[in-house]
């Protein structure tokens, strides 16, 4: 079946610009996940959704950082007047709530180049 | 809190060697453990993972980790690598719905 899947795959943007990175989850997934992964680091929580609630947000950031999930499924994570130090991996990732803790499964990711 | 260390930023091996990638934690909650691999310019896959019972948890392509409660270790190996296992790896903590935690990963170069 169908994985998760994020657009664009590659992004570039001039400093001061505003992006929106779009992930769609694997069908009937309640909970969804971003993480940012910059330059050989390990990926880093930003947000938590279930359905379309943001339970947890504690690792935006800055309040440039807003994300959103209307409907429960496809999620849109937006950074406001980027700079340089967005430049990472943004991944998003997907699971079922019925057993704790649930297996996640990643998409392939958004490389965001801020210039 | 939780937090993942992972000792090895770089770990070079001959194929058909073993392989050893250490992994260390703390957590101050129930103990939730996974292993992903990352290859190239794709997104993280799941090897193994510890939620409770067996200490020695068998994974995907032939890996498998041991939880150690006394040394907060769950250390990762396979007795004999392929070239195709050259990636990066990440170990990671898990709250109870989900939240990863991630070490900075360990980039396994296999060699012929």
């Known amino acids: 079946g169908a994985g998760v899947s994020q657009s664009p795959r590659y992004k570039v943007a001039k400093r001061g610009q505003d992006v929106a990175l779009r992930c769609d989850p694997i069908?009937?997934?309640?909970?969804l996940f971003w993480y940012q992964q910059a330059l050989g680091q390990g990926p880093e929580f930003l947000t938590y959704?279930?359905?379309?609630?943001?339970?947890?947000k504690s690792g935006l950031p800055s309040d440039r950082f807003f994300a959103e999930r209307p409907e429960g499924s496809v999620s849109t994570l937006k950074i406001q007047r980027t700079q340089q130090e967005d430049s990472a991996v943004y991944l998003c990732?997907?699971?079922?709530?019925?057993?704790?803790?649930?297996?996640?499964?990643f998409g392939p990711g958004t490389r965001l180049l801020v210039l | 809190a939780q937090s993942v260390t992972q000792l090895d930023s770089q770990v070079p091996v001959f194929e058909e060697a073993p392989v050893e990638l250490r992994c260390n934690y703390s957590?101050?909650?129930?103990?939730?453990l996974f292993w992903y691999v990352q290859y190239p310019n794709q997104g993280l896959q799941l090897l193994l993972k510890?939620?409770?019972?067996?200490?020695l948890v068998k994974g995907i392509n032939g890996f498998e980790a041991e939880f150690n409660k006394s040394q907060t270790s769950f250390h990762l190996r396979k007795p004999s690598v392929h070239i195709s296992d050259t990636a990066e790896y990440f170990c990671?903590?898990?709250?109870?719905?989900?939240?990863?935690?991630f070490g900075q990963g360990t980039i396994l170069t296999v060699h012929p």
């Open positions: 990732a997907s699971s079922l709530v019925f057993e704790p803790p649930p297996t996640q499964y």
């Open positions: 069908s009937g997934h309640v909970s």
């Open positions: 959704f279930q359905n379309e609630a943001q339970l947890d």
């Open positions: 957590s101050s909650v129930s103990v939730y």
């Open positions: 510890y939620l409770s019972g067996s200490t």
């Open positions: 990671a903590v898990s709250t109870s719905y989900g939240k990863l935690t």
